[in-house]
């Protein structure tokens, strides 16, 4: 791998009624970033992680008296995308993309 091949290129991206952030994605690994609202802090991290099939683990996660969801499993045109808060307070982004 040269130099030039490990850049991170982030595309401006959009799903559905969500914000608009920059994306970078490479062999199912997808970083993207997130511009931070008025009232946050910028330190204030939000994670994301893909998952073949979501609904096997929103069973799980919804019944766990030590998860906090912000948002149930809700679809936008391309992705399936539950939002959790960590125990700091961040917002953890789970999704499942959606077959054409």
Not at 2 to 25: I, M, N, S, Y
Request: proline share 5%; hydrophobic share 40%.
């Amino acid at each position: 791998m040269t130099k030039a091949d490990a850049r991170l290129v982030f595309v401006e991206e959009k799903h559905g009624g969500g914000p608009q952030h920059h994306a970078w994605e490479n062999a199912g690994f997808v970083l993207e970033r997130y511009s931070a609202a008025e009232d946050q802090s910028l330190d204030n991290v939000r994670l994301g992680f893909s998952t073949p099939l979501l609904a096997d683990l929103a069973r799980n996660i919804l019944h766990a008296a030590d998860v906090t969801v912000l948002k149930a499993p809700y679809a936008t045109t391309d992705r399936l995308i539950m939002l959790l808060q960590d125990p700091d307070g961040r917002k953890v982004e789970v999704s499942q993309m959606l077959q054409p």
